[in-house]
């Protein structure tokens, strides 16, 4: 290949689902911006923006996921635990700067200016009074700080990704092994939060988190369609990363890795780095997410946490379509609203004569058993869909690709 | 709770023993004259019935508890019980009883004597410090009386709530009583009395050295309170009288806020300024916006606040707060110690090494009991996961829904128990039912589902979790959320207990015995049945297990229902001592896979390995940190995570072909 084609085919020409998604990102937040009650024709409620504003925090860890288990084949049952550090160490921020405004809004009427030590004792009494503590535990150190707390929404799941990583990765735990051991994980962080003496405030969990702390006078309609721009602007950022990570030869090196391992080893590239790299990346990016998503929930307790969670974002994915970024976007924007259309109520029962199908009580049936059937008869998910059009434009090709790109052989080519 | 005090002088203590004495040996109808009827003993000391004061009753009543009268109990019951009465016109005493605007009449024998106006009786009321002393005197009557139910209920009843008091009657009463049984128990409540209440300290050290290395739990109950300390602080030598316990360093074995908190508390030392109180203080003498000189709004800080009380104080406007130097030297200039309530330094030495003994014996047992737990625990992680050690350890499926086979077996139980009421018989359908249903559960899932997806063992995963929502919920829309009992037959109630420590409920037996049971059967099916033979054949070499005639279709799906039916039975035994729950599943199945996965796959030796492992852990550490089982198990899935690193294969690991990949 020469100098010349190499430069034609830019990261964008190679990747045009890119700008088709920043396209169709861009246009849905301008038309959700123009709907909202804070800036537009109040068409749309501000719960639903929020609800909007939700889905795509979990399409950005669903994005993530996509890249750890679509792309190298990882199946982590934990990513949702990261998400969930990534919402608790935000909320330690938000939830100690708000109850500061009230501690000192209330030493204020006392008559003397308050101390910094009866602050912080106020806000410590206010916090863990729930769990029976008036002291602040020292993982609370940096909680004063929003810039300190931003840092360990980081820097704590990338950590313990780290870590875990290299304990699982090195000791070549692969596979369905993986996966238990990530739900291992999973559940004994959950447990560990779950103990009132975790510092967390146990099963209350932090909770208010939708009031930011300086912003009392500004309305919830408005607070929810910034989180919604936050979202949105973190989503197309997550996407156009990740889109360019798995684009070079370090996604074909990863989708080599999923599917032969010991051939790459053989290769000579460290597995286990890349495997390393890849894990501790989708961490930080369901951290981020999760940063994003609980101050729009509100509260965070540690349920978030249960591996059933984690199953949830594999179940997403898995419906979306593996291996293709926007398929992760679109299996979580698709289930997860349906998912609270049909817990929601809203959704009509149907009557069948002797007995009628609730659909609060049926749809995790349903869920279940689309989510056998994806597995079993469309392993493409609905991503698939679109290989269906662009098979009407492309010359309609058979058999398993030899290569990683779009233009390798194909099976039944090669053996003409 | 009163607590009489036995103020009587020797004398009449001896007196008092001698009559009872008497009185027992005499309590025959018609001889129980030696010390005069209990008519006699009340109408000698009228004005004092009339209106008892405690100090001055207590010979009265001993005295008619001692009158050998066979009334006298009547009449002491009654007494206490407002039921005694007093005739205004001639201070005759009678039983009386409310009817109406009148009083029914008996004399004190019990026989008839008529009515009487309200007006005509004076009701006798005693307070509630006579009527513990007559309670106390009538416990005598009890430990005596004729009806060994009755003695028995009064030995409970004293032994619930000891008393000082109590010790006498009981002497009195050992010597006649006839009963083996209640005699040992008279016996050993005598001791235990002896030890808390006698007034010779020798007697106290000898029943307490009697006792040896006792574990009963009532022993450690009187032991403990002789060895309650508080804590004092003194200048010079220890106070005269006090036992002491042991020397108490300040910043050791006490913090120095205690040792100043105990100073202030004895009145030895002025108390501390609190921030609160400094603040109320600052607050009370706010002038022209400056407290002492300092500007209001300065007093932002701890140091500008001292500041500002240490101005006041010059002023002497506030008392005089100690200063972290004042504090410091008191704490100095005093010795701190703990000494025992029990003055008696005899007693505490011999309580205290007598609990040292049972603390020792004690920690064995408890470490016995440990273990017995451990092993219970073992037998139900095991139960739990032998179906999975098929599936999963032989087949290489992972089944995701293996818990929600377990919930299926248990909810089996509870729905036959619907409609068999006798739970032997209910149990003894529901096992093999339970594991009809869920081998055919097994059978299907296996050709709709996993048959499709052998060689994609992460979407087996997927699909399996499908399953696992959709049964899980089908499960709650059937049978709702709250927990269904599952009831074991009576046989199995109760616990099989070796002492005051150590013991294991039936049902932990039963289960621990099924597990071998299942553990025997797996090793015959796999080691000496056709079936297990083609099982083996086909795990290792599908194809030439086809080529030497074996279906290997029919038996993966043989083998996988296999597995899910002994989940069921599993279920159906874990369902009688755990809530059925559509979550009873899910809490089991991540420690299955742990306990395969730590075991090493494919070999049932490992399985077991890493149950008992699991369990012995999973109690260790509970014991270690007693209050908190959800850290229990956090630490446990931890070290799980690290062994597995250190031996990735498990515990017993499969070697050469036989280990694939």
Known sequence: ?416 | MIRPPLFLPQGVMRHFLLSLATALLLALPGLAQAQGTATDILNENRSLVEKPTRAKIAPVIEALAASGDPVAATVLAAWADKGLGLRKADGTFFLIEASGDTWLLRDLTGADAGTAPKSDIVELRPNAGVRGLIATALVQFTLSDPDPETRAEALTSIARDPEEAHLQPLRASLATETDPVLKAQKERLERLLTLRFDTDSAARVAAIQGFGADLGLDLRGALNPLLATSRIAFTGDLPEGSNLARDLVPGKDLSEVEAYDLLVAAGMAPARLTVEEARAALLANIVDGAVGGVPVAELGTQEARDRAYTALEVAGTVPPAATDAEVAAAIAAHRFVEVYEEPDPAVTSAAKSALDGITMKVGAMQAADLALDAVSLASIYFLAAIGLAITFGVMRVINMAHGEFIMMGAYTGYVVQLFITNYTLSILIALPLAFAVTFAAGVAMERLVIRHLYKRPLETLLATFGISIALQQIAKNIFGTQARPLTAPGWLDGALVFNDVVSISYIRIAIFVLAMVFLLFFLWLMKRTRLGLEVRAVTQNPSMAASMGINPDRINMLTFGLGSGIAGIAGAAIGLFAKVTSELGSDYIVQSFMTVVVGGVGNIWGTLAGAALIGALQKGIEWLNPSNTLAAQTYMILFIILFIQFRPRGIIALKGRAAGD
């Not at chain 1, 911006?33 to 889905?55: D, H, N, P, Q, R």
């Not at chain 1, 204020?108 to 008036?134: D, H, K």
């Not at chain 1, 930011?212 to 197309?236: C, N, R």
């Open chain 1, 1 to 416: 290949m020469t100098r010349q084609t190499f430069v034609e085919r830019s990261f964008l020409a190679k990747n045009p689902s890119v700008l088709w998604f920043i396209l169709i990102l861009a246009l849905f937040t301008l038309g959700v911006t123009v709907l909202s009650e804070a800036y537009g024709v109040a068409f749309i409620s501000t719960s639903f923006v929020k609800t909007l504003g939700k889905t795509l925090c979990l399409c950005l860890v669903a994005l993530a996921m996509d890249l750890i288990w679509g792309y190298a084949g990882i199946l982590s049952l934990g990513h949702m635990a990261f998400f969930a550090l990534g919402g608790y160490m935000l909320g330690m921020w938000l939830i100690y700067a708000r109850t500061e405004e009230i501690v000192v809004a209330a030493l204020a009427q006392g008559g003397l200016p308050a101390t910094p030590e009866e602050v912080r004792q106020g806000i410590a009494v206010q916090i863990f009074g729930v769990v029976g503590a008036s002291e602040f535990p020292p993982i609370w150190a940096l909680a004063h700080s929003f810039w300190g707390q931003m840092f360990l929404v980081v820097a704590v799941p990338g950590v313990l990704a780290l870590v875990f990583g290299w304990l699982a990765f090195r000791s070549r735990v692969t596979g369905v092994y993986l996966s238990i051991l990530t739900q291992a994980m999973t559940l004994a962080l959950a447990l560990y939060l779950f103990q009132n003496d975790s510092g967390l405030r146990g099963n209350n969990g932090l909770s208010g988190l939708q009031n930011l702390p300086g912003l009392s006078d500004v309305s919830q309609d408005d607070l929810s369609i910034w989180f919604f721009w936050a979202s949105a602007f973190a989503l197309g950022a997550g996407y156009v990363l990740l889109a360019w990570v798995v684009s070079g030869k370090f996604g074909s090196v990863i989708r080599a890795i999923r599917d032969d391992e010991q051939r790459v080893r053989f290769l000579g590239y460290s597995v286990e780095g890349y495997k390393l790299f890849v894990f501790t990346l989708t961490a930080v990016i369901a951290a981020i997410a999760g940063a994003l998503y609980y101050p729009q929930a509100g509260i965070i307790n540690p349920a978030e946490l249960a591996p059933i969670a984690s199953i949830y974002l594999a179940v997403w994915v898995a419906i979306g379509g593996r291996g293709r970024l926007y398929g992760a976007v679109i299996g979580a924007a698709f289930v997860s609203l349906l998912s609270s259309w049909f817990t929601g109520g809203r959704a009509p029962s149907i009557p069948l004569g002797f007995y009628t199908i609730n659909w609060v009580d049926w749809w995790l049936v349903l869920l279940g058993l689309s989510f056998v059937a994806v597995t079993l008869f469309a392993p493409k998910g609905i991503g698939g869909l679109f290989d269906l059009w662009q098979g009407r434009r492309a010359p309609d090709r058979k058999g398993a690709a030899l290569g990683p790109d779009d233009s390798s052989l194909q099976e039944k080519e090669a053996l003409k």
